[in-house]
């Protein structure tokens, strides 16, 4: 047998096990899986050994924003930071300029991402214009799900989340039963926005400035009710939900509720809620500004649980690229300041070095990153795992090394707001990570190119509905 390339002597992370493999890439593809590679002929080969071969991660929620604000970071810069990070799959969101809500935009999106883009990309569309032809044409043009959000627009930014934000019921109720009809996953960032916004006011009017107002403004029963109310309206609907950036206890037991009587939503978190609590606003001031908040050590050990217990499906970054200068507003004037951090470099790192310390096995390290936001998804098995015939989107990680975070080595265009992870240390290391079968990050290097990542499209069909 003829491979392009063989990564010979790796601990293969498979769904089940680990199991020392020689692996056959050729055209972008997974083509041998075998104890002994014997009889392969490779044009390169990797010898991989005392290393691990994963999956490469599949970040099921990710910001770059592109076109809009370039500044901030576009598809080339952000999809490097993601290759660096061993992530191989960005599901971007819709925030862009104009939202990404109608086909055009969508069209549009998708052939800047298929240009610049180092990793395989998914576009998310936006429902809330609730017009079924624009929705439906973003289905046609390969919309790997849809987005909503509970709240208004962030201040100062309605033309970014235009089709968005979907805050009154009867324009959600709308929604839902559009994007139902679609199959397709409809994420949801669910925080009440009148009770947030009544928060909001009497801080403001307390004269309130300090980051930790920030919290104090969307308490958890903010994000509980709104999860409430959506599933509750949910029931009779039956779109595909899934509950984004779960931060705490509270959210996570509604979750557990409807789920215990059959509602099929999926929820996820991020690493901030499981590496960080509110104690660290004080190190990284709004630059820890992130909807939800982080919250209390409680909450983070109720985070964990819903992982080991299957509550969560999945961990993904909410990668956010802003400028420091909108970032220091807070300064100023704290509810100016837009919320979110970059991440996208840590995910692996953090999961993997929760695995690497025998908290997690590796295969649901795995699983959380990249396997069952696959399968949610309508991607598996394409991608999401190594198997004969998936893509070939790997990492070679170094369990042995070390890897600590430094400003100098991110590659995501917000290095300077990554406050939270600055000079924190992880077991492990992404020395490698290959794309449709190709290198495009090696030795702490970019040696891909723009245009690399495919835009990936989802099978409504294979929407895994129960987890
Ligand atoms: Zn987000």
């Known amino acids: 047998m003829q491979v392009d390339t063989l990564i010979k002597n790796a601990r293969v992370a498979l769904e089940t096990d680990v199991s020392e493999m020689d692996v056959g890439l050729r055209d972008g593809r997974i083509i041998a899986l075998a104890a002994d590679s014997t009889g392969i002929s490779a044009d390169e080969t990797i010898?991989?050994?005392?290393?691990?071969?994963?999956?490469?991660?599949?970040?099921?929620?990710?910001?770059?924003?592109?076109?809009?604000?370039?500044?901030?970071?576009?598809?080339?810069?952000?999809?490097?930071?993601?290759?660096?990070?061993?992530?191989?799959?960005v599901f971007e969101m819709p925030i862009s300029k104009p939202c990404c809500a109608t086909g055009d935009v969508f069209r549009m999106r998708k052939a800047l991402g298929e240009r610049d883009a180092y990793v395989n990309f998914g576009l998310y569309g936006a429902p809330g214009l609730l017009d079924r032809g624009e929705i439906d044409d973003m289905v046609s043009e390969g919309a790997i799900g849809f987005k909503i959000f509970m709240t208004a627009a962030p201040k100062g930014r309605d033309d970014e989340f235009e089709g968005l934000c979907l805050p009154q019921a009867p324009e959600l109720?709308?929604?839902?039963?559009?994007?139902?009809?679609?199959?397709?996953?409809?994420?949801?960032?669910?925080?009440?926005?009148?009770?947030?916004?009544?928060?909001?006011?009497?801080?403001?009017?307390?004269?309130?400035?300090?980051?930790?107002?920030?919290?104090?403004?969307?308490?958890?029963?903010?994000e509980a009710l709104a999860i409430a109310t959506l599933l509750a309206l949910n029931e009779s609907i039956g779109a595909n939900l899934h509950i984004a950036h779960v931060s705490g206890a509270e959210a996570l037991a509604v979750i557990r509720r409807?789920?215990?009587?059959?509602?099929?939503?999926?929820a996820e978190t991020c690493p901030?809620?499981?590496?960080?609590?509110?104690?660290?606003?004080?190190?990284?001031?709004?630059?820890?500004?992130?909807?939800?908040?982080?919250?209390?050590e409680a909450d983070q050990a109720a985070?964990?649980?819903?992982?080991?217990?299957?509550?969560?499906?999945?961990?993904?970054?909410?990668?956010?690229?802003?400028?420091?200068?909108?970032?220091?507003?807070?300064?100023?004037?704290?509810?100016a300041a837009p919320p979110g951090a970059p991440g996208v470099e840590e995910l692996l790192?953090?999961?993997?070095?929760?695995?690497?310390?025998?908290?997690?096995?590796?295969?649901?390290?795995?699983?959380?990153?990249?396997?069952?936001?696959?399968?949610?998804?309508?991607?598996?098995?394409?991608?999401?795992?190594?198997?004969?015939?998936?893509?070939?989107?790997?990492?070679?990680?170094?369990?042995?090394?070390?890897?600590?975070?430094?400003?100098?080595?991110?590659?995501?265009?917000a290095r300077d707001c990554d406050k939270l992870y600055d000079g924190m240390s992880f077991k492990g290391k992404v020395e490698r990570t290959?794309?449709?079968?190709?290198?495009?990050?090696?030795?702490?290097?970019?040696?891909?190119?723009?245009?690399?990542?495919?835009?990936?499209?989802?099978?409504?069909?294979?929407?895994q509905q129960v987890f």
């Open 47 to 89: 010898d991989a050994a005392g290393k691990l071969l994963l999956p490469g991660a599949i970040d099921i929620h990710f910001h770059c924003r592109a076109p809009a604000y370039p500044q901030r970071g576009d598809f080339a810069t952000e999809t490097r930071a993601a290759a660096a990070g061993g992530v191989t799959t």
């Open 173 to 222: 109720y709308q929604a839902l039963n559009l994007v139902a009809e679609t199959g397709l996953v409809c994420a949801v960032h669910a925080e009440n926005n009148q009770l947030l916004e009544w928060h909001t006011a009497q801080l403001i009017q307390a004269n309130r400035n300090d980051v930790p107002a920030h919290g104090e403004s969307r308490p958890p029963h903010v």
């Open 258 to 266: 409807f789920k215990a009587t059959g509602s099929t939503v999926s």
């Open 272 to 296: 901030h809620y499981l590496f960080f609590t509110e104690a660290d606003l004080e190190r990284c001031g709004p630059y820890a500004k992130i909807n939800p908040p982080l919250r209390k």
């Open 303 to 335: 985070i964990w649980d819903g992982l080991l217990d299957g509550t969560l499906l999945a961990i993904t970054t909410d990668h956010s690229p802003f400028l420091v200068e909108e970032k220091e507003r807070a300064r100023e004037d704290l509810w």
């Open 349 to 413: 790192l953090g999961v993997m070095h929760e695995a690497l310390s025998k908290r997690i096995s590796v295969n649901k390290a795995i699983e959380l990153v990249a396997t069952n936001g696959a399968k949610r998804f309508g991607v598996y098995p394409e991608r999401g795992v190594i198997a004969v015939g998936a893509a070939a989107d790997l990492v070679i990680y170094d369990p042995e090394a070390e890897t600590t975070i430094h400003r100098d080595m991110l590659f995501t265009q």
């Open 434 to 463: 290959i794309v449709n079968g190709k290198t495009v990050f090696h030795d702490g290097d970019i040696v891909g190119a723009p245009g690399d990542g495919q835009f990936v499209r989802p099978d409504a069909a294979r929407v």
